[in-house]
């Protein structure tokens, strides 16, 4: 489905306390209303980052959004003293307003603050370095006709959902996203989706369903040969 590009969003409360957006248009989340933290740490920060033992990742995200996993890479690659290198693609950035008022509701320290607001005041289109361990580049394109000059070993897979957004997670992105896509590289998404599962297989990545976080009772994560 086409988006507007002045499509609403409304604050709202995850069962973590957490902030998240929500969507009337597409009657959908930007994250899991059972915890937007909580998903973003288990989906992406457990489940991919903390799986890959180099000592700099390069990762794509589809659906930069709120800036929330982004954020939570930045905190995690300063705890942990290794090198994240973040690209993330969004067609329909928030507004200055609308990240601000995110910011409100997010209960992290002032330090961890300031990182979600430079990740959001940096320069789209070119690649920043956020704090020492972090550097981040925002592309403004649509993921449909998206093609990357690099590859990468790690991918968050967070677009809305397929009930909503189906030309998102067709085969023929998986075979986009799967050439984009170091040998060993790990993607990791939210849904469970049997569709989901097969159209990656057909890309040629190594499916598994494993348990969700609370409120979810599966994942998808998917390694590329
Ligand atoms: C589930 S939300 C992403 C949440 C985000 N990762 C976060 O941490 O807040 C999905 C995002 O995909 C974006 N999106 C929708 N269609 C897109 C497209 N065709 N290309 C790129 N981004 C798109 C939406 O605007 C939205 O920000």
Redesign the pocket.
């Known amino acids: 489905m086409t ?1 507007s590009v002045s499509m609403q969003r409304i604050l709202a409360r995850t069962g973590d306390g957490s902030p998240t957006l929500y969507v009337p248009e597409l009657n959908e989340h ?2 899991s209303i059972h915890g937007a933290i909580q998903e ?1 740490l288990f989906v992406y920060i457990d489940k991919v980052l903390r799986q890959i033992d180099k000592p700099e990742i390069r990762l794509f ?10 954020f939570l890479s930045c905190r995690e690659a300063e705890k942990e003293k290794r090198i994240i290198c973040y690209h993330s ?4 950035p928030l507004s200055k307003p609308e990240w601000l008022e995110f910011a409100k509701y997010l209960k992290e320290s002032e330090t961890d603050k300031s990182f979600f607001e430079r990740i959001h005041e940096c320069t789209w289109e070119k690649e920043e370095q956020i704090t020492r361990f972090f550097r981040l580049k925002k592309i403004k ?4 006709t ?1 093609r990357s000059p690099e590859t990468y070993d790690a991918i ?1 897979f ?3 959902g397929p009930d909503v ?1 189906a ?2 997670w067709t085969p023929e992105i998986f075979r986009n996203i799967s050439e984009m896509m170091n040998p060993g590289a790990i993607l990791s998404t939210y849904s469970s989706k049997g569709q989901v599962r097969r159209n990656m297989q057909a890309a040629g990545l190594l499916v598994s369903r494993i348990p969700g976080p609370k409120g979810k009772r599966q994942i998808l994560l998917a390694t590329k040969p």
């Open positions: 988006l930007y994250h973003s995200e589809t659906g930069f959004g709120t800036g929330l996993n982004a693609i969004e067609l329909y394109a649509d993921l449909t998206y968050f967070d677009a809305f957004q030309e998102l």
